[in-house]
């Protein structure tokens, strides 16, 4: 997904010119996930993330995080992290990107609704 972000450059202006209103809407589109991404590696690591924690019993102590962004939004990873590859998309007028932004998006909730929440009720002993 990292490289799609030389893709969006690449394919610039593929589905439209972006001008100013273009980077501003892209830049609110990125600051919660880049906030979000920042709240990762600072409060429980991206191992953890990436889904350590349904692998390694030493993460089953540990509690469901709630601090940095997750104090007020527990699912952040799935409401802003995502936001990220649209905020480029949205940014480069990319049609390339657009199409791995969508992608992305179906891609993590679906992980989410059929591993994630599942997994929750095991490991944290409450669905998020």
Not at 74 to 98: C, D, E, H, R
């Amino acid at each position: 997904r990292l490289a799609a972000i030389v893709l969006c450059f690449i394919d610039y202006g593929s589905l439209y010119k972006p001008g100013w209103l273009a980077w501003i809407f892209s830049i609110f589109l990125f600051i919660p996930g880049a906030y979000t991404m920042y709240s990762v590696k600072k409060y429980f690591g991206f191992l953890r993330a990436a889904g350590a924690d349904h692998f390694d019993a030493k993460y089953r102590d540990i509690p469901f995080e709630n601090r940095g962004i997750f104090k007020w939004f527990p699912n952040a990873m799935y409401l802003f992290a995502i936001g990220i590859p649209f905020a480029f998309a949205v940014a480069t007028g990319s049609k390339s990107m657009f199409v791995v932004a969508i992608y992305t998006y179906i891609s993590i909730w679906l992980h989410y609704f059929c591993t994630e929440k599942e997994d929750f009720k095991i490991i944290y002993g409450t669905v998020k």
